[in-house]
């Protein structure tokens, strides 16, 4: 199996996390991600294929915001927190703190 592309720090882009983070299903993935260290990919009840949970997280990998694991058959997830923070300081919280907030109003 190949690995998996994580990239750098210094190579990730503002664009590509924004567009990332566009979508809602990414939103939430990062919500998830943000409570804990490491998320196993099945355990995210989505409401969508398997193919599109893929997607979505090859998205979220190719664009520096989460980091993927392999441990055998299984993969796990954790948040780049400390990369995102490193280079661009304040958006992840301003992301989780308005996903909250919207959260909040629409219910």
């Known amino acids: 199996m190949r690995g998996l592309h994580h990239p750098s720090t210094n190579d990730i882009d503002l664009l ?3 567009n990332a983070l566009a979508d809602p299903i990414r939103l939430n993935i990062v919500v998830r991600l943000a409570d804990r260290a490491e998320h196993p990919c099945t355990g995210f009840d ?3 294929t398997a193919a ?3 997607h979505h997280f090859r998205v979220l990998r190719e664009a520096g915001i989460s980091a993927t694991r392999q441990d ?3 993969r796990w ?5 400390a990369d995102l923070d490193t280079r661009f300081p304040g958006l992840l919280d301003s992301l989780l703190t308005a996903a909250a907030n919207r959260k909040e109003n629409t219910r």
């Open 72 to 74: 055998g058959k299984h």
């Open 16 to 18: 590509a996390v924004l």
């Open 77 to 81: 997830l954790t948040l780049r927190r």
């Open 52 to 54: 599109s949970m893929s």
């Open 46 to 48: 989505l409401g969508i």
